[in-house]
């Protein structure tokens, strides 16, 4: 499906010139639609249950959705279908810790190393005694508490409007899942009382928390997380609204960590084969952003072993491939240059 800003226009203060034709938006919506029906009967993986409401998934399900910085967007398969975003909340928390505290406050609670070691690991960097990176769970919590408020629903409802903002829509949190991560997240809460322990965190661990299950458990599909990603990609204003969502001097920052710690581990590979700053969450999606021109999303619930969507992956390899997006491909060729190969 494939929608278009009013007019086709693009927003004033747009970062590119190169809005592609219908003609060409056709071509890119074939390739799309052919991606989606190559992986759509793949079923391997499994759905993850550790959290257990996330057991609930559709394993069948299987969205895609590219939005470009000007605004268009294409879709195919299950893209409105919602899903908690999961760690995929984790680059957009660690933008607003940068903003609220500086890059240089920020970085005395979080590093910015891969790990090397499982998301969930209950374990700080020995050099640094910090978490090693916003993008695996003690980085995330680190981050959670840097931004969360008193009283703690309004650094929740604020870190979901700015989300929204992003997206292009009011976004809302799933209360089933919060309470769910709530009720079984022992391994964060252990996390969380060890960053106390090395006072990385203050004493409202509580607080610190709720902050964090809420900002996993908040809804999104496969649009809001493409146009998420094209408004990072967008020098932080969103490609429709334009409304300036994020500090753009930051976002380097945080598509560097996405870069070398986005996909669990499976990163290394994630950045040798796709190339491109990016997200994957346990409820199986996956974003990533091609920047100053696309923001691409999957979403397909079976997960791999290393706990990436089976099918997002596939999916984001061909996209990657077929389009040239690898940041270090020879042309890095990208939506800007999409004409000459299609
Ligand atoms: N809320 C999940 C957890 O903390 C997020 C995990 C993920 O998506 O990697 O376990």
Known sequence: MMETTPGNEIPQNSTTTNALSPWLGLQLQKIIDGIYKKYRDIDDGAVATY??????????????????????????????K????????????????????GTEKTLKHVGV???????NSIELDPKSGRPF??????????VASLIKQSPVEAGVDAFVETMGKAAGRKLRIDQSVFASETATGHRNRAIAYLLLNAGIIDEEVPQ??????????????????AMM???????????????????????KHVMAVMFSCGLYDYAGNWAFEVGLPAKSGVSGGIF???NRQLGISVYSPKLDAQGNSVRGI???????????????????????FMQWLL
């Not at 190393?113 to 998301?119: H, I, L, Q, V």
């Open 208 to 225: 610190s928390l709720h902050q964090y299950f809420a900002q996993c458990s908040m809804l999104v599909n496969c649009k809001d997380l």
């Open 51 to 80: 959290i257990p409401e996330l057991g609930k998934a559709n394993p069948k399900d299987f969205g895609i959705c590219l939005a470009t910085v000007e605004g268009q967007v294409y879709t195919a398969g299950d893209w409105d």
């Open 133 to 142: 990176n916003p993008m695996v769970n003690a980085g995330a919590i680190a």
């Open 229 to 251: 990603a094209a408004t990072l990609g967008n020098i932080g204003n969103h490609p429709v609204t334009n409304e300036r969502v994020f500090d753009f001097q930051l976002i």
């Open 314 to 336: 596939l999916a984001c390899r061909e996209l990657a491939s077929h389009f040239g997006l690898h940041a270090f491909d020879f042309s890095n060729v990208g939506s800007s």
């Open 288 to 290: 990533g952003v091609v």
């Open 113 to 119: 190393e891969p790990s090397g070691e499982a998301f």
């Open 82 to 101: 919602e899903f908690t975003i999961q760690s995929m909340c984790k680059p957009f928390a660690f933008q607003l810790a940068l903003e609220q505290h």
